[in-house]
Nanobody, 125 residues
Framework: QVQLVESGGGSVQAGGSLRLSCAAS????????MGWFRQVPGKEREGVAS????????YYADSVKGRFTISRDNVKNTLTLQMGSLKSEDTAMYYC??????????????????WGQGAQVTVSS
């Protein structure tokens, strides 16, 4: 059974930083593309950042380019999103997601097959 468990969410003031982590189990992590998505009530879930299975390619939404960095550790089976220069519009539930194979990663990011439960990020202005 695939499990994706997020940690590191919380509240921060605008301009601050937060680090989200995702611990994965039950899948061939080193073969899976990974991504972070976010959702606010009443809006569709949107892709924030994705990374290829080997970590050599990444995708970022225009809204977070230059502020967020996605990375992965294929030994520890973990995914990280370092978020900086946070804005109030970054407030959302953030979800870790996995695509079951490297083929699920394209120039548009990772197409997920599995989801975590989410971690709330709140940025106050």
């Amino acid at each position: 059974q695939v499990q994706l468990v997020e940690s590191g969410g919380g509240s921060v003031q605008a301009g601050g930083s937060l680090r989200l982590s995702c611990a994965a189990s039950g899948l061939m992590f080193r073969l899976a593309c990974m991504g972070w998505f976010r959702q606010v009530p009443g809006k569709e879930r949107e892709g924030v950042a994705s990374i290829s299975s080997g970590g050599t390619s990444s995708y970022y939404a225009d809204s977070v380019k230059g502020r967020f960095t996605i990375s992965r550790d294929n030994v520890k089976n973990t995914l990280t999103l370092q978020m900086g220069s946070l804005k109030s519009e970054d407030t959302a539930m953030y979800y870790c997601a996995a695509g079951y194979s490297s083929a699920r990663f394209t120039s548009a990011g990772c197409t997920p097959d599995y989801w975590g439960q989410g971690a709330q990020v709140t940025v106050s202005s």
